[in-house]
């Protein structure tokens, strides 16, 4: 059997949503039976290499500390958001199915979801072929499975890894079970940039599903002044700030967590920060109704006069 994303609800081909996402949607909407329960979901967005996989693998053995059940799914078709979890690339939902040639009775947990550090559970979601089909697909297909086979009754903490900053119907479709979005930015042009894009994104979702912004982690950033001024100007809140040390770079490269890392006081630091942001996330951040700028206005606000 092969992928046929016009029968799957490829946003490329789908039909017209029922319900608009924003002007203009062609979104495919999540079917009510797959809505993900009692556990607590968040998306993790941000521009390409910023570094969602890094916060959300972290994060997750965060939430494990303060004794959290946790699933972290990725989202991205090169199915790394968990390797620093596992240590290796497990396979992905699209690899188990096609492996079957989709059919789903034929799938039992262990085939695509793999214990990780602290216990997270981690699911690759993986993607159709470049220029094929609809990461929406993925993630509605992934999510049936963890249902079908009562993965997420237990389960505490969702947190799904988004790829890049791409904001089509496809990769914006966590935001369809997600409670709230966090962005990952720098202090930079192009990070806020693409954050302001993101923002747009989650507040056409809102209009229709519960997601909202949760709020903005500083990534590989000294300071933090255009952030906290773009913050400041479009109604969002920073939760977090992490620098960029090395350490974070090694941790990647001998495919750990910070947490198993050898102690330093800057890494301790760093740990601080991330059960401090898991405890503040799990308490409950409030939704922020942002307001994102226009393109010119934001390339206009943005960088010095």
């Known amino acids: 059997m092969t992928l046929d994303l016009k029968t799957a609800g490829g946003c490329g081909s789908c039909a017209t949503a029922e319900r608009g996402d924003g002007d203009g949607s062609v979104q495919v909407h999540l079917d009510p039976r797959l809505k993900i329960g009692t556990a607590k979901v968040f998306?993790?967005?941000?521009?390409?290499?910023?570094?969602?996989?890094t916060t959300s693998s972290n994060l997750s053995v965060a939430f494990t500390k303060l004794g959290k059940r946790v699933l972290q799914i990725g989202c991205d078709p090169k199915h790394d958001s968990t390797f620093t979890l596992t240590?290796?690339?497990v396979p992905t939902?699209?690899?188990?199915?096609?492996?079957?040639d989709f059919h789903t009775e034929e799938l039992r947990p262990e085939?695509?979801?793999?214990?990780?550090?602290?216990?997270?559970?981690?699911v690759e979601a993986g993607g159709p072929p470049a220029g094929?089909?609809?990461?929406?697909?993925?993630?509605?297909?992934?999510?049936?499975?963890?249902?079908?086979?009562?993965?997420?009754?237990d389960t505490d903490v969702v947190?799904?890894?988004?790829l890049g900053d791409v904001v089509c119907g496809g990769?914006?479709?966590?935001?369809?079970?997600?409670?709230?979005a966090v962005i990952v930015t720098a202090n930079d042009f192009d990070s806020i940039f693409a954050m302001n894009r993101i923002v747009a994104a989650i507040e056409a979702k809102a209009k229709n599903y519960g997601v909202r912004v949760g709020g903005v982690i500083a990534n590989r950033s000294a300071g933090t002044d255009e952030i906290d001024r773009f913050c400041a100007a479009t109604g969002l809140e920073r939760l977090a700030h992490f620098p960029d040390l090395d350490a974070i770079r090694r941790s990647r490269l001998k495919k750990a967590t910070l947490f198993e890392m050898d102690e330093t006081p800057e890494l301790a630091a760093v740990k601080a920060e991330y059960?401090?942001?898991a405890a503040r996330l799990w308490a409950g951040t409030e939704g922020k109704k942002a307001t994102p700028m226009q393109d010119r206005e934001i390339f206009d606000f943005l960088g010095f006069q």
């Open 43 to 53: 998306a993790v967005y941000g521009k390409g290499g910023i570094g969602k996989s």
């Open 275 to 277: 059960m401090r942001l």
């Open 111 to 122: 085939d695509y979801v793999y214990e990780g550090t602290g216990g997270v559970m981690c």
């Open 171 to 180: 990769f914006a479709a966590p935001l369809q079970h997600a409670d709230r």
């Open 93 to 100: 939902v699209i690899d188990v199915l096609q492996s079957v």
């Open 159 to 162: 947190i799904f890894d988004v």
């Open 132 to 153: 094929t089909g609809c990461g929406g697909y993925v993630v509605g297909q992934t999510v049936k499975l963890l249902k079908e086979h009562h993965l997420l009754d």
């Open 87 to 89: 240590k290796r690339l």
